[in-house]
């Protein structure tokens, strides 16, 4: 079965960078994009960005250019996002989520990074 | 890129319909038929309810369809359950590679 499991809660100061890892097994993780999201807490959903697997082709919203890098380690089916200069309104849970086509269908359990100094 | 708007909140009684609408641009909602649906109970990870504006994802109940006009995609819920009580998110392609999740709606079941 699909599975994308992250890695765990992460504790950073302010002006520091973060660095969350997504595994996926269960399918050819080649074939799928990783999109990644982040949930502030009790606030909405947000697209951060996505990253083609395949090709290592990545694109991020507007907002998070120049802040964030996605890459990912084929030889071990795992994605990672790397936020820098956080600062404390980057306090969320991250999220990675497989895309069949234009729509994330599995989604990890989510990654707490607190920006606290 | 702005937020799809939502309404905040979304209320029904067991056994009602109701509907959640999802307002965005000829850039985004109205540009092609990318529009997802996504339920998040709290503490969870988002669940996908709808794909390309109204395909319904293997083991989702039939009770929910979606569907769209022009710049507004629209989520219902019909014969509301108490486990449909949840936040929702429409999700859309938004042009250039990028996408645009909307504002959230609080469903509650009275």
């Known amino acids: 079965q699909v599975q994308l499991v992250q890695s765990g809660a992460e504790v950073k100061n302010p002006g520091a960078s973060v660095k969350v890892s997504c595994k996926a097994s269960?399918?050819?993780?080649?074939?799928?994009?990783i999109h990644w999201v982040r949930q502030a807490p009790g606030q909405g959903l947000e697209w951060m960005g996505w990253?083609?697997?395949?090709?290592?082709?990545?694109n991020s919203a507007q907002k998070f250019q120049g802040r964030v890098t996605m890459t990912r380690d084929t030889s071990i089916n795992t994605a990672h996002m790397e936020l820098s200069s956080l600062r404390s309104d980057d306090t969320a849970v991250y999220y990675c989520?497989?895309?069949?086509?234009?729509?994330?269908?599995?989604w990890g359990q989510g990654t707490l990074v607190t920006v606290s100094s | 890129q702005s937020a799809l708007t939502q309404p905040a909140s979304v209320s029904g009684s067991p056994g009602q319909s109701i509907t959640i609408s999802c307002t965005g641009t000829?850039?985004?909602?109205?540009?092609?038929?990318?529009v997802s649906w996504y339920q998040q109970h709290p503490g969870k990870a988002p669940k996908v309810m709808i794909y390309?504006?109204?395909k319904r994802p293997s083991g989702v109940s039939n009770r929910f369809s979606g569907s769209k006009s022009g710049n507004t995609a629209s989520l219902t819920i019909s014969g509301l359950q108490a486990e449909d009580e949840a936040d929702y998110y429409c999700?859309?392609?938004?042009?250039?590679?990028?996408?645009?999740f909307g504002t959230g709606t609080k469903v509650t079941v009275l």
């Open positions: 999700f859309s392609y938004a042009g250039s590679g990028t996408y645009v």
């Open positions: 269960g399918y050819t993780f080649t074939g799928y994009y």
């Open positions: 390309e504006d109204s």
């Open positions: 000829s850039s985004d909602v109205g540009s092609s038929n990318l």
């Open positions: 990253i083609n697997p395949n090709t290592g082709g990545t």
């Open positions: 989520a497989r895309a069949d086509g234009y729509c994330p269908d599995y």
